[in-house]
């Protein structure tokens, strides 16, 4: 059974490689939501942490670790202030059923606040506003097939809307996570968003036009207009995490994605207990890994902004302390934006019991 389940990611993987692009090869992708993070912990980490993500926090980073919690039940609940004022809202959940594996589910919603409805005939608005709906439901399996491998899938579906327009389509996550058995050493692979092409549809798209070179009372003709279809953003990340001392470890991970720039992303986590409570502060780094050369009419500086990244340095902590059976969590992170925008701020509550 670990043979089986190792060799579909290894394969999937394999593919996800064969497909990737450099900056003059990168294809393009809707549905960009798949690819904000959530969660104060693994953002604090910049997903580093996939070796070693474990419950509720897995769902996102690697559905593997969600079956390495000793817990019948665990919930989060997490808020991010994104860019122009954008909040992503997150919650999930994860069940232990024993040997079955566990079981979870997760919805990631954006909230763009009101906007200004605007027309070729009133730019500066018609007096109506809305907002778009974004949305990411999940339902996710994890178990562990040996004392040191664990296995984990996530179904999702992805919905855009945009008034009377929409676009929805299925994907799937998958990840493995290992631990060797005489060193202190983790690994985690996670494949995520392979799915279905995604196309934008609805009454919105609707046009009428007056039919050229005719008279005078001709009937307006309406057609619709045919939106291109998409591709969900697809990534392969692979991690390990190596223990220094008790409670220190260092993290290292490379994340290959089709439609994106390649990032290598270092980091570090310190737990320390205090009693029956603990705590934990993590920071990491990410840096772009880009081999094209800078084409002769390009300029430098349009160059540099296609081969950095928009986020910076990520760092956090958070507090572990039980109430009776239950063991509550309090989480907050930054996201550092390097430019126009402010940094991003995560806070998360976990429970768990």
Known sequence: MKTKYTSIVVAGALLATAFAGTIKSRGTAGAMQLSVPVGAHGIALNGANLATVSGVDALYYNPAGASNFDKSFETVFTNMSYLADIDVNYAA???N????GVFGLSIKSFDFGDIVRTSSENTEGTGETFSPDFMTVGASWSKAFADRMRFGVNFKFVQERIMRTSASGFGVDMGVQYSFANFPVKIGVMLSNLG???QYAGSDLEQKHTPEET???TLDESFQIVSEGFEMPAELNMSINY????NLSLMASFNNNSFSNNQTRIGGEYNLAFGASSVWVGGAIAMASVDDEKPEDIDQSDWDEYAGSNFGTTFGAGINYPIGNMVVSLEVAQR???DYFDNNMVYSLKIAF
């Open 196 to 198: 279905s092409k995604m």
């Open 97 to 100: 059923a024993g040997k079955t």
């Open 243 to 246: 223990e220094v001392i008790p």
């Open 93 to 95: 959940l994860v069940a």
């Open 215 to 217: 008279g005078e009372g």
């Open 336 to 338: 550092s934006v390097v």
